[in-house]
């Protein structure tokens, strides 16, 4: 359709729309062509100067929605590199919290077993400190229930040190400790490979 056929046909609208109204009033006021036709050349005339408009504008929206997803990308890599660091962090302080619970478990016989038996996280709070009191506790009830964990008492009876000199060799050939039997040894042998 063109522009002309549809401000006819937009006349013929408005003028159906207006003699509705009018008739169902008490007051009938004629119909002034010049008047509708002039008003309608007036809204068709703002019609052409906002599509103007739009037209200069969609460039500067075109711009404005780069600008965003460009502004959107920096956000998003400033998001991933703030999980990065929260994630380190939250490293770092299970490390600390490692680090004291094994300097804490000295009665232990391998400290590595306190550090793996426990949750760590449960010894941070909100703010990021290590509560050591409720480490000590964790690693005393640690020890009540697995008391073979325990550092040997080194206040009891020592154990004897193993002695490879005593009882047998299981073929019957000791060689002797003393060096000038040693010595005797290999010059016999040197002797009979003559």
Known sequence: MSENEETD???????ET????????????????????????????????????????????????????AQKTETERLNEQLT????????????AVASKVEAL???FADP???????DLASFVDEDGAIDTAAIKDALADL??????WARPDEGGPRRPAPDRTQGSSG???????????????LMEQALKGR
């Open 18 to 69: 207006e003699a509705a109204p009018e008739a169902d009033g008490p007051e009938e006021a004629p119909f002034d062509r010049k008047r509708a036709e002039a008003a309608l050349r007036k809204k068709n005339s703002e019609a052409e100067n906002l599509r103007k408009r739009l037209k200069e504008l969609e460039p500067l929206a075109a711009k404005a929605k780069e600008l965003e997803d």
């Open 112 to 118: 590595e077993d306190a550090v793996g038996s426990l």
């Open 105 to 107: 478990a000295r009665d």
């Open 84 to 95: 990065a660091q929260r994630e380190r962090a939250e490293k770092a302080v299970r490390a």
């Open 9 to 15: 046909q937009s006349v013929e609208e408005s003028q």
């Open 171 to 185: 073929n019957g050939n000791r060689s002797p400790s003393d060096p000038a039997q040693v010595f005797a040894g």
């Open 143 to 148: 020890l009540k229930r697995k008391p073979h």
